[in-house]
């Protein structure tokens, strides 16, 4: 599957969107989701403690490990690295780091704004620089939300479709049928041949691709090339 094109959202959270029940956040599983167009900061300032928020939208496991490492080398002077992040459109990856805070009182609340927001391929990094004055558990719980809040509130949010892929070959004296499929169905072709058997990689929002193979599938000598290698 593919990320489709994204659009921007007036508002960080998209209720009752279609799909089934999604683990992490509580909300639907739908072939659409929301994440950040791109990197972002924000800062909250809790009785002398200084808390630096950092949004980075992210794909890999990988890309989160370089990012936290590359801000503990940074703030190699802070108290306190701490993040969360969610991958993934169905939300099933995800972790939060305390890094040496009380337990559940850094990591989870950060984790808790990107739940709250419905967002996923993200990652926020909350930097403490320790002022001097102990915040207690809940004071900690409010500085970790507060920055990672201010961290989301300063990007952009925008929705991404989850598309399918679909390639199929068929003889060139089907190239109208075949066309008038596309036309109105409005996939993005990927990739095209024109010979006397001719090829075509479509792709389409996953909740369309059902209408399109069966529009295809009425194409009289058109072939689905993944069924013909099963």
């Not at 794909?59 to 370089?66: A, F, G, I, L, P």
């Amino acid at each position: 599957m593919n990320d489709g094109n994204p659009s921007k959202v007036t508002a960080p959270s998209l209720k009752g969107r279609a799909g089934g029940e999604s683990p992490a956040g509580g909300e639907s599983v739908s072939d659409s989701y929301l994440t950040i167009a791109s990197s972002s900061e924000g800062q909250y300032t809790e009785k002398r403690s200084k808390f630096l928020a950092f949004a980075f939208p992210v794909s890999t496991v990988e890309e989160v490990k370089e990012l936290v490492e590359a801000h503990q080398k940074k703030y190699y002077d802070a108290r306190h690295v701490c993040y969360a992040y969610m991958l993934g459109h169905e939300r099933l990856t995800f972790r939060a780091n305390d890094n040496g805070e009380p337990s559940g009182t850094a990591g989870k609340p950060i984790l808790g704004q990107i739940n709250s927001n419905e967002l996923t391929d993200i990652l926020i990094i909350v930097v403490r620089y320790f002022g001097g004055v102990k915040l207690g558990t809940s004071g900690l719980i409010q500085a970790y939300k507060a920055a990672a809040a201010e961290s989301i509130a300063a990007a952009t949010v925008v929705e991404r479709t989850v598309d399918e892929q679909v390639t199929v070959t068929f003889e060139y004296t089907l190239m109208n049928q075949v066309m008038r499929v596309v036309k109105e169905e409005e996939p993005a072709i990927l990739a095209q041949t024109f010979d006397n058997d001719c090829q075509m990689t479509l792709s389409i929002r996953a909740s369309l691709m059902s209408r399109l193979r069966q529009r295809l599938e009425k194409v009289d000598g058109l072939r689905f090339v993944e069924e013909e290698t099963t």
